[in-house]
């Protein structure tokens, strides 16, 4: 019976200590990193703007600017929530954004980025070094934070479907602000109105393009929770191993 009391005193040491040690990650070196990445993020867009500061406000007309802005609110959030559960010391769970939010905010920025360095950079000639290092922050930060900090697993993969709301909506946004707008202006080689050339409506390809953007979206949301939900049984199992 003592060595059976022992052991099991052993194992409940072992598994509050593995509980601090998951809240301190999540806690406080959770706030260390955010800290750190709103700097870096925010420091990366202001530098990627100037470059463009005789198109004054088009940036703010582009997808991989305004997921960059919705990942800056999320941060900013984050790191709110952060500095209020430190009161809480290394007890309880850590505090955190909605995770369909937060993920949805992570999806934007990793399309926005890929954007940007497969037809921003070599079709519209964005080849700067700030281009450059903010869609390279734009895939990056964020989806570092999602795996480093991030709670993962229960977010249901119909999810993938209200996350196309936005890009359908950037779509239909952007058609109209060039016919109703037709003199704002626009960061495009071409002189086109229209701040990506697949979402022209005179494309004779512009369904198709349409039709292959979104699917590869929807695509990659489906692939994201997957792999999200995937880490999140992971995490459990593990959880429940130390601390049962």
Not at 22 to 39: D, K, M, Q, S, T
Not at 120 to 126: A, H, T, V
Request: charged share 10%; aromatic share 22%; net charge neutral.
């Amino acid at each position: 019976e003592d060595a059976t009391w022992a052991y099991s005193s052993s194992a409940q040491k072992i598994g509050v200590s593995s509980q601090a040690m998951i809240v301190l990650r999540n806690r406080f070196f959770a706030l260390f990193y955010r800290i750190l990445a709103l700097g870096a993020f925010l420091t990366s867009l202001v530098f990627f703007w100037r470059e463009f500061y005789e198109y004054t406000y088009a940036p703010i007309w582009y997808f991989e600017v305004e997921a960059g802005l919705f990942y800056l609110f999320i941060l900013f959030l984050a790191i709110i929530l952060n500095i209020i559960d430190l009161r809480r010391g290394i007890s309880g769970l850590a505090s955190s954004v909605y995770m369909p939010v937060s993920l949805a905010a992570t999806a934007y920025c990793f399309i926005g980025g890929i954007m940007g360095l497969g037809y921003m950079l070599p079709f519209q000639g964005m080849k700067s070094l700030p281009c450059i290092l903010y869609y390279v922050a734009l895939i990056l930060i964020p989806l570092l934070e999602w795996i480093l900090f991030e709670e993962k697993g229960g977010v249901a993969f119909y999810t993938g479907l209200n996350w196309m709301i936005y890009p359908v909506l950037y779509m239909v946004f952007s058609l109209f602000r060039a016919v109703i707008f037709p003199d704002s202006p626009v960061i495009e080689a071409n002189g086109s109105m229209y701040c990506y050339s697949f979402y022209n409506p005179n494309d004779p390809l512009f369904f198709l393009w349409i039709f292959l953007s979104f699917l590869g979206m929807f695509l990659f949301f489906v692939f994201l929770l997957f792999l999200n939900n995937c880490l999140g049984r992971k995490y459990k199992k593990k959880k429940n191993i130390l601390f049962d």
